[in-house]
């Protein structure tokens, strides 16, 4: 947001700030402010001698601080010793306050710099430092709080306001956030609340949220992006609170029930994952080459075969003798290996 200073209320407002006197429009003229040091009646009286004049004012058409007030110093390099002089409030976090000319030539007029406008377009544009608030935050510390106030621990909210979320302060201040005056509704599973930071701080900013809690679950989602052939471990999941009315049969719920398993198809990072969607690793690609082993008391057999389907550890699949020529069915036991049963135990000829 800008503000302007130009018109001759806002000047007259100006010009209040500058002489310390109550801001009422038309209260004042320039006129009757009080010159400061080195105005023109205490130039009378200044040193003729050309190395003691000092340098002219001059304008800074754009100015950015971190402080809560705008100086004479901020607006015009050489300001002298008039630099520290208090003008008026600075603009808020974030926030942009144009200088008109008029107002600018009063200024230098009350305080007796050598400065006028070229044009009457001439302006300074201040502007205020900031650093905003992450809205994440903000949802962080109104769930505590509303599990404080008696909300359920798994609950999720959402902020009714949140993509209008813009909460700055001070680019020198900490970025603390206290939650003020929660007014939590368990019937309705509604909540406000006042937003401040920094916390406990005499100027701080403040916003008002408001929104509604759900009830939420705690579901497992990978951290990144995953396809067929990889397969899901420990470190490639996270837990996720997604809202209970969210939620499918068939999620996947338990962690547990991810690692050691194949995505059937590619899966994106923090999305809840169907049991659908996944596999165990195949260790038995279809097509390829396997060992069929065939145990008995006494001995054990072994036989080369072809896969005729994809099979993962302790899948049964079947296999065709590549000798025989027979399809038999055979349970997968390892990579290139599967276990074929008793006698009789197989399928007719392919051929």
Do not use: C, H, N, Y
């Given at each position: 947001m800008i503000r302007r200073l130009s018109s001759p209320a806002t000047l007259v407002v100006g010009l209040a700030l500058l002489a310390?006197?109550?801001?009422?429009?038309?209260?004042?003229?320039?006129e009757a402010l009080p010159p400061g040091p080195g105005s023109v009646s205490s130039r009378a009286s200044a040193p003729t001698n050309p190395a003691a004049i000092p340098l002219a004012p001059q304008l800074k058409?754009?100015?950015?601080?971190d402080a809560e007030t705008i100086k004479?110093?901020?607006l015009w390099d050489e300001a002298g010793d008039k630099a520290?002089?208090?003008?008026a409030r600075a603009p808020e976090p974030g926030r942009r306050l144009v200088l008109e000319a008029r107002w600018l030539a009063a200024v230098a007029n009350a305080y007796g710099l050598d400065w006028r406008?070229?044009?009457?377009?001439e302006r300074c544009t201040v502007e205020r430092a900031a650093r905003s608030i992450d809205p994440r935050e903000i949802e962080t510390q109104v769930r505590e709080a509303l599990i404080q106030a008696g909300a359920p621990p798994s609950s999720s909210i959402e902020l009714s306001n949140r993509a209008s979320l813009r909460l700055?302060?001070?680019?020198?201040?900490?970025?603390?956030i206290a939650v003020r005056d929660l007014n939590y509704d368990p019937r309705m599973n509604r909540f406000s609340a006042i937003i401040e930071s920094p916390a406990d701080s005499a100027n701080a900013q403040r916003l008002k949220v408001s929104g509604t809690v759900y009830a939420s679950v705690r579901v497992p989602v990978l951290t990144h992006a995953m396809g067929r052939g990889e397969v899901i471990s420990e470190n490639d999941i996270e837990l996720l609170d997604v809202r209970d009315e969210m939620l499918r049969r068939n999620i996947v719920t338990n962690a547990r029930l991810l690692i050691g398993q194949e995505p059937r198809v590619s899966l994106q990072?923090?999305?809840?994952?169907?049991?659908?969607d996944l596999q165990k690793p195949v260790v038995v690609a279809r097509n390829s080459a396997v060992t069929m082993i065939v145990r008995t008391p006494i001995m054990t057999l072994t036989a080369q075969g072809r896969a005729t389907e994809d099979g993962s550890t302790g899948d049964m699949i079947r296999v065709t003798n590549i000798q025989?020529?027979?399809?038999i069915d055979a349970r997968v036991v390892g990579p290139g290996q599967v276990l074929v049963g008793p006698p009789g135990q197989h399928h007719a000829s392919a051929e």
């Open positions: 310390g006197l109550p801001a009422v429009a038309g209260s004042i003229s320039v058409p754009m100015v950015t601080l004479l110093g901020d520290s002089v208090v003008l406008p070229v044009t009457s377009f700055q302060i001070p680019s020198s201040a900490e970025a603390t990072a923090g999305a809840p994952i169907r049991t659908s025989s020529k027979q399809i």
